[in-house]
């Protein structure tokens, strides 16, 4: 499933091919073929590519698949195993004229082949028009899974991720933090200030949240009217408490004015976090029931404070 943490697709037209080839004479021939439409970033090896899929979160990757080291097809079992890379569309561009290994190439989860000499028009036109199904595939996404007021991801991109990353944190043995947080008295901020300021709070407290997250995997998501849901795929208990103090500390630092909160004289949230320690066996619905319970606790022990 796509990412939708990483930079909005829509806002340039110049869009970027990251090309993959041990060979720099290919390497140079690509970039001749396709930088006067894109920006196009070069790898000269399978790891330097990945790394540089992390990093720059390409539009489109074009991939030899002969290399020494790590090859084509490892490079695109990988990126399509990593969450966060996975939709970005593979080309092949190989000199290889095996069947097997073409078959390989799709098996491997490529959108397109491209066989070495290329024709530089059909390359051209094929980097198009997949560059294109990415731009329509990206806008889809944002409009089934962003909440149009805070711009932050919605519950049913929250419900698939969780989903996923469950599974994930099960079969890996891995740990995972859940945590589910609520404004406080935010009945009493819409009731004293207006429900245009009560938006205009929640738009603030959804970027206090993404600027508290920590590392790239972990997401936040709008549950509910004035309730989210954080996700820390890997984070165990010492990083689950850091990330409920850095939470707290960017919503305290909106310093939003609520003089109609029994909790505090600003906006603050209450935070329910449940720890999963990656042994047990568990599942969605009761991981979302634990965090509510303690959410429960923190908004009944008086609010503004997380329960783990
Ligand atoms: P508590 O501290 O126990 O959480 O109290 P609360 O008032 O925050 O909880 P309650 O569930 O009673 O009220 C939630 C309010 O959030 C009610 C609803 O009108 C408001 N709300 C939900 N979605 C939106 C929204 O999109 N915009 C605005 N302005 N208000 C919203
Ligand atoms: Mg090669
Ligand atoms: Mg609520
Ligand atoms: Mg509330």
Known sequence: MLNLDHK???TSDRRTV???DDQPIN?????????PDHEVLMATGGEEGIAACLRHRPDLVLLDLVMPGMGGIEVARRLKADPALEAIPLIFVTASTDSDEESDCWEA?????????????TLRRRVQVHLALKRQADMLQRMAYIDGLTEIPNRRYFNERMAAETARARREGAPMVLMLADVDYFKRYNDRYGHQAGDACLQGVAAAFRRALQRPNDFVARYGGEEFALLAPGAGPAAAEALAAAVRREV??????????DAAPIVTVSIGVVC???VASFDVDELLRRADEQLYRAKEAGRDRACI
């Open 8 to 10: 909005p697709s829509a």
């Open 18 to 20: 990251l090309v993959i």
């Open 27 to 35: 390497l140079r021939t690509v970039y001749q073929t396709l930088s």
């Open 109 to 121: 989860g490529a959108v397109d082949f491209v066989t070495k000499p290329f024709n530089p028009m």
């Open 252 to 261: 305290h630092a909106l310093a939003l004015a609520h003089d109609a909160s």
């Open 276 to 278: 999963v320690d990656g």
